[in-house]
């Protein structure tokens, strides 16, 4: 077992929570037991996660996508109001973390989704803003077609991507920011990348990707992100004398 305090202060250190300026707060959003002996994963707080979670009799939930984002509702009332309720009658915990979660290194949902790709030579591109570098590329072991780097990727997530090609010529070179990041295509274009995948598309993405020359991924927002808080969670377990389980709440986007 490991202490709430100890484990909230442990990941924030971890997960260098403090060099972010997030879109939502990173750490412990949701307090409960003050003493944790199982943990449960998850993509996204939604409240089939928090319904499974505390059937499998969790003392904490870790996520990525937790509440509390900028412009949000602050009421707790309705479907949050529901979510929060739930967890605060169960005693059970909610850890969220967002930016954090997709910038490290080796537990991240990018590095994690590279790994999975099999990309190798893993670097950052420099952020545009104060914050730690959340784009990366890597590079393929061997140049191939967008057609079957597509194939890559319908294999290592299970689903078929959303493929805009963008020109002629192999792919090696791959960037790449899980979730909705398909504006950082433009972002990641001068770093030499011969393609982009991310999780979401928008209307604007397919003429970027034609006048940019790069080919364009869209793979899922949740299938993209569905590593990295996995490993963060099996990292936790071999650290600390807790269980953990990863539940995957399936969804399409």
């Not at 890559?152 to 792919?171: E, M």
Request: with cysteine; charged share 20%.
């Amino acid at each position: 077992m490991i202490e709430l305090n100890t484990l909230n202060d442990y990941l924030c250190d971890l997960l260098n929570c403090a060099a972010y300026d997030d879109y939502c707060p990173n750490g412990l959003q949701v307090a409960g037991k003050s003493t944790i002996k199982k943990i449960v994963t998850g993509v996204t707080a939604c409240q089939a996660l928090i319904d499974a979670a505390i059937a499998e009799k969790a003392d904490a939930i870790l996520v990525h996508h937790g509440y509390f984002w900028k412009g949000e509702d602050p009421c707790l009332t309705g479907m949050k109001g529901q979510r929060i309720k739930t967890l605060l009658q169960a005693d059970v915990n909610l850890l969220a973390y967002h930016l954090p979660l997709d910038g490290h290194a080796t537990l991240g949902n990018n590095a994690q989704l590279a790994q999975r790709l099999g990309l190798q030579n893993l670097t950052p591109i420099p952020a545009q803003d104060n914050n730690p570098p959340i784009v990366f590329k890597g590079e393929l072991p061997t140049a191939c077609c967008g057609e079957d780097f597509a194939k890559v990727i319908a294999k290592a997530l299970d689903r078929d991507p959303l493929f805009i090609p963008g020109r002629d010529g192999p792919v090696k070179t791959i960037g790449l920011c899980t979730g909705g990041a398909q504006d950082y295509m433009v972002q990641a274009v001068p770093h030499g990348i011969d393609a982009f995948l991310t999780g979401e598309v928008s209307e604007r993405t397919f003429h970027e990707a034609k006048e940019l020359g790069v080919h364009f991924f869209a793979a899922g927002h949740h299938a993209t992100e569905r590593y990295g808080i996995q490993a963060l969670g099996e990292h936790l377990a071999e650290k600390f004398p807790i269980k953990h389980q990863f539940i995957d709440i399936p969804n399409p986007v």
